[in-house]
């Protein structure tokens, strides 16, 4: 299981770093992602490490902001979220690649808790 936390009510314009903390088993062979969902919407992506090379992907709308990274050894996850607004509040969640397209939801499992992100403007 994941487990995020980190999150927090910050004013526009600042920072949060979240992690993700492995439990139960290793996930240094899984690429792994970070979510978001706000009230009334879908669960949507945000970043994706990869568990090789480590390749990293963004939504469009935190790229640039946000980056994603991860220590194996203490198999964590990161989500350092710079610059935020308003409009990235929302509970993060941090979840493992099982395959397909890894902007959706659906390919990814171990899903822990998510952590509450409040943006004031």
């Known amino acids: 299981q994941l487990q995020a936390c980190g999150g927090g009510l910050v004013q526009a314009g600042g920072s949060l770093r979240l992690s993700c903390a492995a439990s139960?088993?290793?996930?240094?062979?899984?690429?792994a992602g970070w979510f978001r969902q706000s009230p009334g919407k879908e669960r949507e992506f945000v970043a994706l490490?990869?568990?090789?090379?480590?390749?990293?992907y963004y939504a469009d709308s935190v790229k640039g902001r946000f980056t994603i990274s991860r220590d194996n050894a203490k198999n964590t996850l990161y989500l350092q979220m710079d610059s935020l607004r308003p409009e990235d509040t929302a509970v993060y969640y941090c979840?493992?690649?099982?395959?397909?397209?890894?902007?959706?939801?659906?390919?990814?499992?171990?899903w822990g808790q998510g952590t509450q992100v409040t943006v004031s403007s």
């Open positions: 979840a493992a690649q099982l395959g397909g397209d890894y902007r959706l939801p659906r390919n990814y499992g171990y």
């Open positions: 490490m990869s568990w090789g090379a480590g390749a990293t």
């Open positions: 139960g088993r290793s996930f240094r062979n899984y690429s």
